[in-house]
């Protein structure tokens, strides 16, 4: 199971989750912001690599969707990620799908 890491900051190895994307971008979650990170604007603090840092990384904020939306779960905890971790995403997106399309609709 994902880990509740509301307020908490963790340091880069291990983060809390690793996500990764086909085209080289890898997001490492080290603090959430927003108990509800489904919520329209949550955001991750992240230590993100990708094809523009040139081998290293970059730490900042990022809205959940981003990461969600564009990446795949990889770890937990320096652990690979399990059947249930991979379902408690695909629920997260579904929340932050759903939301979306409610707000379109107002």
């Known amino acids: 199971m994902m880990p509740t890491f509301l307020g908490k900051k963790t340091q880069t190895n291990p983060p809390y989750a690793v996500f990764e994307s086909d085209g ?3 997001w490492e979650v080290l603090k959430a ?5 489904a919520a329209e604007y949550a955001r991750w603090f992240v230590n993100v690599s990708s094809p523009f ?3 290293s990384s970059e730490m ?6 981003e990461v969600i939306q564009n990446g795949t779960l990889v ?4 652990q690979p990620a399990s059947s249930e971790d991979h379902a408690e ?3 997260l997106l579904v929340n932050i799908q759903a939301r979306q399309l409610a707000a379109r609709l107002r």
Do not use: C
């Not at 912001?33 to 990170?37: A, F, K, L």
């Not at 900042?60 to 969707?65: A, F, L, Q, R, S």
């Open 53 to 55: 840092t040139y081998g």
């Open 75 to 78: 770890e937990v905890n320096g």
């Open 89 to 91: 995403v695909e629920h």
């Open 24 to 26: 080289g971008w890898r």
């Open 33 to 37: 912001y927003q108990n509800d990170n």
């Open 60 to 65: 900042g904020d990022t809205y959940v969707t």
